[in-house]
């Protein structure tokens, strides 16, 4: 073997002071010059593999060698000297502070003494960028700059402190289809400089068209290490998870009913006056599923907030079966028998510090069959979630479990339960399968048709291409605040079509799009 | 009967000086994320060494430094119980401030053995005042930013210098990637718990200060409750200033003007008890009348934005 190993953990093993099993003799490397993807479902653990890579977290026994050399990876700063950097998922960035400012932070360069040279900051922020073809502004302020661009800083940030291996943890969850277009781009450009790079994602199409080899895991031990020119998607997924995922969600052909939501001329003008949602209107009828493609930060997140009374547009009107909601706050619009799969599940979704129980009667503590005089029926309440638990099969030690400790599938599940069990005529489900695992994203998809076939409403706002194209039954694109698109059938529709939508290159014509009110 | 005499704005500086310290110390403290909620008491307990220190010493300077040795001390303390040992900052800071209430007390007693006040021993060592040569002749303007004590000049030289600590140093930078992001900050090898002692440390220092100009200037001596409440508004100076140096060393002054104005309106011979919340009050006022400026510059920029388009 002529090929020179950068990384090689040899017999990993983690165990947490709480008694979990993160890794369990897990064997990793990586050769000098590769893009090597790490893969596995939430919790398969990928993130403590890397935490210890990193330094953050100290394995348990093993062995971890760097260039050949065991070392000690005691903390970052230790990690950082033997050139391995970090693009963490949650940016490690100062929002108040500038690109050039974020680059240095920790190392920043001096003059006369003791005083900042940022001139130099920014200096070197242009050299780096240069150098590498990342362009960035380096004296704007973070909090002002795109995602796309954030990202940027944080690779440049790690490229500046010398790392010569860049551990990119979900990189493209957070870029817009051409922004990841560009960092794969960005990422080419790095191997042809010879530096070495692990890609930790999901996403199977990603890690075909990025990496070299591949390692996955699953319940913290290796399946192995491969070429990625040698496996074919389905034997991916079938050794993540264990069994061939159905990635391909079967359904019925809709038959929609009558109208449930019918939305009207929906504007807002947010707070920056930027005009976020612009004449929207669309109605969504019983049994069927009502997409809503399009780059983030096009106006869905918005118009969800409408829907849900968390913000209040500037003009429009959004009836649910014919009553109008806009002014009515959560309650009351919950007890209009809507739901909601937020897009931010730890925020809006779930109490990370209660347990699975607790958080799955949020939404019905006044319930008749769960109180009893002015206490909780707890034998009922216990009866429901132990039944919720099952049916949705979230894997936990019991229901009394705190919630935060589950991972994202299970905690999404857990949302889930809550939200389809509480007799909804609409739901509305933001990103629901964002960050989970292909067992869990799989489970909420069949059921999220199952629903939709048994007579609800479903309008499904994903920024998941895939999974929109896969669940609705009909679906629009949003692009700049306004819909771009509507298709009534989305069978035949391709990437590339829908692409020049969401990019703003074409734009349907009011009539075309008027359809979607089926008036 | 006119108000505005040099005397009264002479007087203005002159109370603000020690709110403007205990501001500068929250200023820094809530950029570094750390709100030091315990300046108060801090405050107290220099106040109690700074004017001891001097009647042992016979010299101010070394009483002025034991005050400043005492905020930092205690606030070093404070750190450790929040940062070491995880305990709520609030609570950590609420007991600060019953040790400056009840300790500062009991310590008197067993040190002087006097109740409540150090003035009869300590009344002749006072910080000195300095009269500015050429701007003392000004007329009027003379009169008011001339013959303050070194502690009010050195307390504004003190705003110039946090600007610089905060924007130009990389300690600053680190300060405030700290308060902002604290793992960003460690991720890059900043570590944030040094940070986190020296951002309090700083801010004991200078409550520090502001406690030793309470009872080496402003009165004779240390007595009970002295401080009254100061560590506190420098707090909600901090919070009108919007965190920013400049701002909050203006907030301060608003704080100086509304004691002082009741300080003068009590000299006409109104009833004392009804002159007293007159800061309080304007500290509300000032408060209302921030938070309704804050709302219309939004509504502005918002409603402007969308004429735009």
Not at chain 1, 47 to 69: A, C, D, R, W
Not at chain 2, 79 to 104: Q, V, W
Request: hydrophobic fraction near 45%; charge should be neutral; aromatic fraction near 6%.
């Amino acid at each position: 073997m002529g090929e020179e190993f950068v990384i090689q953990m040899k017999g990993i093993t983690k165990v947490y002071p709480n008694g979990t099993v993160a890794n369990q003799d897990v064997n990793f490397d990586v050769k000098k010059g590769e893009i090597h993807a790490l893969m596995g479902e939430n919790g398969a653990g990928k993130s403590t593999l890397m935490k210890m890579l990193f330094g953050l977290e100290q394995p348990t026994s093993g062995e971890i060698l760097v260039n050949g050399e065991p070392v000690n990876l005691s903390s970052p700063t230790v990690a950082i000297s033997h050139g391995i950097g970090m693009v963490h998922q949650h940016f490690m960035l100062v929002p108040s502070l500038t690109v050039a400012e974020n680059m240095v932070l920790g190392m920043v360069p001096k003059k006369s003494g003791m005083l900042i040279d940022y001139k130099k900051a920014v200096a070197l922020t242009e050299e780096y960028s240069k150098k590498f073809n990342l362009p960035v502004e380096a004296n704007a302020r973070v909090a002002d700059i795109p995602v796309g661009m954030k990202q940027k800083v944080e690779i440049l940030k790690a490229l500046v402190r010398g790392a010569k291996i860049l551990i990119l943890d979900e990189p493209t969850a957070v870029l817009t289809t051409q922004e990841t277009a560009e960092l794969f781009v960005e990422l080419e450009n790095l191997k042809k400089q010879g530096y070495t790079m692990i890609f930790i994602s999901h996403k199977l199409n990603e890690i075909m068209e990025i990496t070299d080899r591949m390692t996955i895991l699953r319940g913290g031990r290796s399946m192995g290490i491969y070429n990625t020119k040698d496996v074919t998607p389905e034997e991916i997924s079938r050794l993540m998870v264990g069994r061939d995922v159905v990635l391909k969600v079967e359904k019925e052909p809709a038959q929609p009913g009558e109208e449930v939501l019918r939305v009207r001329d929906l504007e807002y003008i947010n707070e920056w006056g930027k005009k976020m949602l612009d004449k929207v209107s669309l109605s969504v009828r019983k049994g069927e599923i009502l997409g809503i493609a399009g780059v983030e930060g096009n106006g869905q997140k918005e118009l969800v907030d409408m829907l849900f009374g968390f913000n209040t547009p500037n003009a429009g009107s959004v009836k649910v079966s014919g009553e109008e909601i806009l002014g009515l706050n959560q309650r009351e619009i919950r007890e209009r028998h809507i739901s909601l799969v937020p897009e931010d599940r730890m925020l809006y979704g779930i109490a990370a510090t209660a347990s699975i129980e607790e958080n799955l009667i949020s939404d019905r503590t006044a319930n008749k069959e769960l109180n009893k005089g002015i206490l909780f029926n707890m034998s009922e309440i216990h009866k429901m979630s132990d039944q919720l638990v099952k049916d949705y099969t979230v894997l936990c030690k019991s229901a009394g479990q705190t919630i935060g400790s589950l991972s994202g599938g299970n905690i999404q599940k857990v949302v889930v339960a809550r939200e389809f069990s509480n007799d909804p005529v609409l739901i509305i489900a933001d990103q629901p399968t964002r960050g989970i695992d292909v067992g869990a994203t799989e489970f909420i998809r069949k059921k999220l048709v199952e629903l939709s076939r048994s007579g609800i409403a479903v309008l499904l706002v994903s920024a998941d291409l895939n999974e929109v194209m896969e669940l609705s039954d009909s679906l629009i694109i949003m692009c700049g605040g306004r819909i771009a698109a509507y298709f009534e059938d989305t069978r035949d529709l391709s990437d590339e079509l829908m692409g020049k939508y969401m990019l703003g290159i074409e734009q349907q014509t009011p009539e075309e799009i008027r359809r979607v009110c089926h008036e | 009967m006119n108000i505005f005499t040099a005397d009264f704005f002479f007087s203005i500086i002159r109370i603000a000086t020690p709110i403007l310290f205990a501001t500068l110390a929250a200023v820094i403290g809530e950029k570094g994320g750390v709100s030091n909620i315990g300046l108060e008491g801090i405050m107290m307990m220099s106040a109690l060494f700074g004017s001891l220190g001097a009647y042992w010493t016979k010299s101010w300077l070394i009483g002025l430094l034991l005050a400043m040795a005492v905020g930092l001390l205690e606030s070093l303390v404070m750190g450790f119980f929040a940062f070491n040992l995880k305990t709520n900052i609030i609570l950590t800071g609420t007991a600060i401030n019953m040790i400056g209430s009840g300790g500062c007390l009991f310590l008197v007693k067993v040190i002087t053995g006097q109740a409540s006040t150090t003035a009869l021993i300590t009344k002749s060592l006072q910080i000195p005042s300095i009269s500015i040569p050429l701007i003392r002749d000004i007329p009027y303007i003379g009169k008011i930013i001339s013959g303050h004590s070194v502690l009010t000049y050195i307390a504004f030289l003190l705003v110039w210098l946090t600007i610089v600590l905060l924007y130009k140093t990389p300690l600053g930078l680190n300060i405030r990637s700290v308060g902002e992001n604290p793992n960003a900050a460690s991720s890059v090898g900043v570590s944030v718990l040094k940070i986190q002692y020296i951002t309090i440390g700083i801010g004991g220092i200078l409550a520090g200060m502001g406690g030793a100009f309470m009872s080496m200037y402003y009165a004779m001596g240390w007595s009970q409750d002295m401080v009254a409440g100061r560590g506190f508004i420098a707090l909600a100076a901090q919070s009108m200033g919007g965190g920013e140096p400049v701002g909050s060393m203006l907030a301060a002054l608003i704080f100086g003007f509304a004691s002082a104005l009741g300080i003068k309106i009590s000299a006409t011979g109104v009833d004392s008890n009804l002159v007293a919340p007159i800061p309080y009050i304007v500290t509300i006022i000032a408060l209302v009348i921030f938070a309704l400026n804050e709302k219309r510059k939004e509504k502005q920029r918002h409603s402007s934005a969308a004429l735009q388009k």
